[in-house]
């Protein structure tokens, strides 16, 4: 490549630069108004009337009642479905965190002959898709008699969670100086007071990020409820969606305001934790 | 996490009655799906559709995706909320995120529609979902529009690993930006690059979610838009298409391995690619 040099290629150049940086903002804007401009409309339909929204379907709406979410809150079971997909996800999250944080414990600070092997047999586990097990995992629920129970959700979604939990976890567990544990015991602490009282609310940080790495595609996860669990007052939020979709299909606005509360939980959750959601994201994927 | 998957294995070895284990088969699950009439065409057909959804979304994610990652990385104004906004659709559910496009290409009703037809481009407007020849690809754009928040934000952080001290030699070296991209950010990006492809990969081999709800679990029109999984679904639970006939668990487990089999091929060489390709600095 030859060099240029010379006051005129240097103003061509700064000006190329200005049309470049425009056409960047430019595309860039286009861009997030293809992705942000759909959940305005969703919104903006959820407070609209069925007809309003077909004769106006660009415009804002006549009035800002919350009519249309009460109703969908209370007509179409949308609160057994919150309240379950709320007791779902927590109750599998506490099970994750309790049983991940005391496997990266002992994989991080107890040597023994198959420490490796128990983390490389998490680690492989981070690649395989749970949902190819499925056919199995349907059986043994129906052998234990725990299909269309919530238990056999929380059972399922704890132990997909184990792989990348226990992961995330042993290596901060890892960046904890071996003195302090040993200080706990001379002060008296026996080996689990040493992890429940110092260590634990240490690794506080990756406890936010396994949550919120797990409570997510939990929340959001279809899959699993659509084979497990057949009783409407079981159905999770998603679950919920379709079978309302059913119901609804000509009352538009209603269907809009639906996707809005099952929506807006794990944005206030995102905008909230969303330094913590990066982290969890990209820390599987990214090694250096 | 583990038994379940040696099980599948084992249950693609018997015949099945219902949930009844029957008696040992051997491979004839696997040659029935892959040479029968009534499996081999659906399978390949799913197949090739799971191709094409993950080659377009790769390309489309490593070229756009780093591109917009690249500017996001620059410390500029409003990129920070731009990449707020870029990645709301992935905290989405994927049944809200089907049901909502499903309305938004209502080919009468919906906004899409009625915003070309605002624009005098009536004619353009089509069933998009509804015909063979755009299902598929509606639905691989609707899933990149929910998808695309993952590469940029891995992409982001791959980016910021980058040490300034490489950019600003290359800058001294008198280096442009095309060559500060093509010599020096890309080649460290490529781990980066082929983490998420290999992460997308997974995803796209297992995606059901998104067809299921906005295309049924026959994946219509008349198959276009039928994935491995919905394919695996149909067999393995009943399928309403074909007289809601109940469902065959030693086929089924056999196109999980098949499945599997593919997704570990694929992920072992991607793997090794990406070892060989790492640059050190």
Redesign the interface.
């Known amino acids: ?1 030859t ?1 240029r040099t010379g006051v005129n290629n240097n103003n061509n150049n700064q000006l190329l630069e200005k049309i470049l940086t425009f056409f ?1 903002y430019l595309l ?1 804007t286009v ?2 108004l ?3 401009y ?2 305005v ?2 919104v903006l339909t959820a407070f609209k009337s069925t007809r309003e ?2 004769f106006d ?2 415009g804002l709406p006549d009035t800002w009642s919350l009519k249309p979410f009460i109703d969908v809150w209370q007509k179409a079971n949308f609160n057994t479905y919150f309240f379950n997909s709320v007791l779902i996800a927590t109750s599998a999250v506490i099970l994750l965190i309790f049983c991940a944080s005391l496997a990266a414990y002992a994989i991080a600070r107890f040597d023994f002959k198959y420490n490796n092997l128990v983390f490389m ?1 998490f680690l492989a ?1 981070i ?11 349907f ?2 629920m ?1 052998n234990l008699n725990l299909l269309d129970t919530r238990l056999s959700l929380i059972l399922t979604y704890a ?2 969670g ?2 990348m939990s226990v992961f995330i976890l042993t290596g901060f567990f890892k960046t904890i100086p071996t003195e302090l544990g040993d200080a706990a015991r001379v002060d008296g602490c026996n080996k689990f007071q040493v992890f429940y009282k110092i260590m634990l609310p240490l690794v506080r940080p990756a406890l936010a990020t396994v949550t919120i790495v797990n409570f ?1 595609p939990w ?2 996860d ?2 699993f409820p ?2 497990f669990i057949n009783t409407d007052a079981l159905k999770t ?3 919920g ?2 079978i309302f ?1 059913g119901q609804y299909m000509t009352d ?1 606005g209603l ?2 305001s639906g ?1 809005v509360i ?2 807006v939980p ?2 206030i ?3 909230l934790m ?1 330094k913590q959601f ?1 982290s969890g ?2 820390s599987g ?4 | ?5 040696i ?2 294995l084992g ?1 693609s070895f018997f015949s099945w009655d219902g ?1 009844m284990r029957e008696s040992f088969a051997g491979l004839d699950n696997f040659r029935r799906v892959l040479t029968t009439v009534r499996y081999q065409e659906k399978f390949w057909n799913a197949l090739g559709h799971n191709t094409i959804f993950f080659v377009i979304t790769f390309v489309m994610q490593t070229t756009l995706g780093l591109y ?1 990652a690249i ?1 996001l990385t620059r410390k500029r104004f409003g990129m920070d909320f ?1 990449q ?6 992935f ?6 995120v089907g ?3 499903l ?2 290409l209502n080919p009468t ?1 919906g ?1 899409f529609s ?2 070309l037809k ?1 624009a005098g481009l009536g004619e353009w407007v089509q069933p998009w979902l509804g015909q063979k020849s755009t299902a598929l690809i509606t639905v691989i754009m609707v899933n990149f ?1 929910r998808w695309i928040g ?1 590469p940029i ?2 992409f982001k ?2 980016l910021v ?1 980058i040490p300034e001290v490489l950019n600003e030699a290359a800058v001294i070296d ?1 280096a ?1 930006k095309w ?1 500060l991209f093509r010599h020096v950010t890309f080649p460290l990006m490529i781990p ?1 690059i082929s ?2 492809t ?2 997308t990969f ?1 995803w796209d081999f ?1 995606a ?2 998104l067809v ?2 906005m295309q049924g679990s026959s994946g219509n029109p008349h198959y276009a838009t039928d994935l491995l ?1 919905t394919f695996f679904y149909r067999t ?2 009943g399928d309403p298409t074909i007289g809601g006939a109940s469902g065959e ?1 030693g086929i ?2 056999a196109i ?1 391995v098949l ?2 089999i593919i ?1 570990g091929i694929a ?1 072992y060489f991607g793997i090794r690619m990406m070892q060989k390709k790492e640059v050190k600095y």
Do not use: C, E, H
């Not at chain 1, 690649?127 to 995992?137: D, E, F, S, T, V």
């Not at chain 2, 996490?1 to 998957?5: E, G, R």
């Not at chain 2, 905290?91 to 809200?96: C, R």
């Open positions: 490549m060099s960047n860039l861009l997030a293809i992705f942000i759909p959940l409309l969703m929204f077909f379907p660009f047999f586990g690649m395989i898709p749970i949902r190819l097990g499925i056919l199995p995992l059986i043994l129906k132990a997909s184990m792989p997510v929340w959001n279809f899959f659509l084979l939020i998603p679950l969606m379709t979709f538009w269907l809009f996707m099952a929506s794990l944005l959750l995102y905008i969303s990066i994201l990209t994927a990214v090694k250096g | 996490m583990v038994y379940p998957l099980s599948a249950y949930l917009l500017q731009l707020t906004v870029y990645f709301i659709p905290t989405l559910s994927m049944v809200v049901f909502l496009w309305l938004l009703w906004v009625q915003g605002v529009w993952f934000l891995v952080a791959g690993g008198g442009s060559q980066t983490m998420v290999i992460i997974i297992n059901f979610d299921f709800v999984a393995a639970f668990i089924a487990s999980a499945m599997f997704i992920s």
